[in-house]
């Protein structure tokens, strides 16, 4: 049985169905029949899909903010290629 590698996932990835590319924008929502108010949920969104998630939780009412995000920094004693 052959094994195939698989380069490692990016930490921080897209939320969109299928997607696998490196997010950029953090979309913080809740909905307001289930959650608290100071309650967020995150999704994650790549440039491409920033307008489509957005449009979705908008839509329903959900979205409270967008934010800008970076990868975080590597674990101390952590390796990098």
Do not use: I, Y
């Amino acid at each position: 049985m052959a094994f195939e590698l698989h380069e490692p996932a990016p930490d921080l990835v897209c939320s969109a169905r299928g997607c696998r590319a490196v997010a950029a924008h953090a979309l913080l929502w809740n909905n307001p029949r289930l959650h608290t108010p100071e309650r967020r949920k995150t999704w994650l969104a790549c440039a491409e899909h920033l307008d489509h998630l957005s449009a979705h939780l908008q839509v329903r009412g959900f979205l409270r903010e967008v934010e800008a995000v970076s990868a975080p920094a590597p674990l101390a004693g952590s390796r990098t290629a």
